[in-house]
């Protein structure tokens, strides 16, 4: 495994451990420096993953318009890989509460990110059960592998419809700070939910609907060096926050 995903992993670590709060901007810094820097190399996967027809004809025209890869998960963050293949989008969704980081490692991809509507002053809130949404539309973003990471923070850009722009195929890790389905206080698990953009009145406003039917993964296999790189780290971290025994 490569030195520079075990930093990343490491930063990560560090970056989302409540011990750290206080350096917590400097720290998500850092892990964004360290995470625009990342290769599929550095995964460990081959080029073949990424080719549009690859395997035989009839597995190829089977084939899901994304693939996920999952790489880590604890209460803290999650990591993953998600490949998007001709012309396929991952549909509008929403990252409750969650900071995030996207990198483009193949291809590109359009990223059409919106923040909801908020002043400068107010809470946060989690809407368990969201109905419309008001928002901003953001700057379209075309990030690829010579591009650095976007960003979603709780209050900005944690909307986003991210779409294949090359014609071809484009992959991109994910971080995300807390991971979808973590228990929140007072709210229960934390849900992804989809939307659909509609303008009425002048008002930009998002309009929860199910899940798109023409969304949907098929899985790969995570390089068995990625899965054993990522549970050393765990063990590193775990073994940093158990306090010691007289």
């Not at 670590?13 to 011990?19: E, G, I, L, S, V």
């Not at 820097?37 to 190829?60: M, N, V, W």
């Not at 709780?154 to 991210?162: A, D, G, Q, T, W």
């Not at 008002?203 to 929860?208: I, P, R």
Request: net charge negative.
């Amino acid at each position: 495994m490569t030195t520079h995903f075990m930093n990343v992993l490491r930063q990560a670590f560090k970056t989302f451990d409540r011990a750290n709060h206080a350096s917590f901007n400097a720290n998500l810094q850092l892990l964004k420096q360290l995470t625009d820097e990342l290769t599929y190399r550095d995964l460990h996967i081959k080029e073949d993953l990424f080719r549009p027809h690859s395997g035989a004809p009839s597995q190829a025209q089977g084939r899901a318009p994304c693939s996920y890869m999952h790489i880590f998960e604890d209460e803290r963050f999650s990591m993953s890989l998600f490949i998007v293949r001709g012309s396929s989008s991952i549909p509008l969704h929403d990252h409750p509460m969650m900071f995030g980081l996207l990198r483009c490692i193949w291809g590109q991809l359009l990223v059409q990110s919106y923040t909801q509507q908020l002043g400068p002053d107010e809470p946060l809130h989690y809407d368990t059960d969201p109905v419309v949404v008001k928002v901003n539309a953001e700057e379209p973003c075309l990030v690829s592998q010579h591009s650095p990471s976007a960003m979603l923070t709780p209050r900005k850009r944690n909307y986003h419809h991210i779409t294949e722009a090359g014609g071809g195929v484009a992959a991109f890790f994910d971080i995300l700070s807390p991971p979808y389905d973590v228990d929140m206080p007072l709210y229960g698990p934390r849900s992804c939910r989809f939307y659909q953009p509609l303008v009425e009145a002048g008002q930009l406003q998002l309009h929860c609907i199910p899940s798109p039917p023409t969304y949907y993964c098929d899985v790969v296999d995570t390089p068995k060096s990625v899965l054993k790189c990522a549970f050393k780290c765990a063990d590193e971290a775990y073994a940093e926050n158990v306090p010691e025994t007289q």
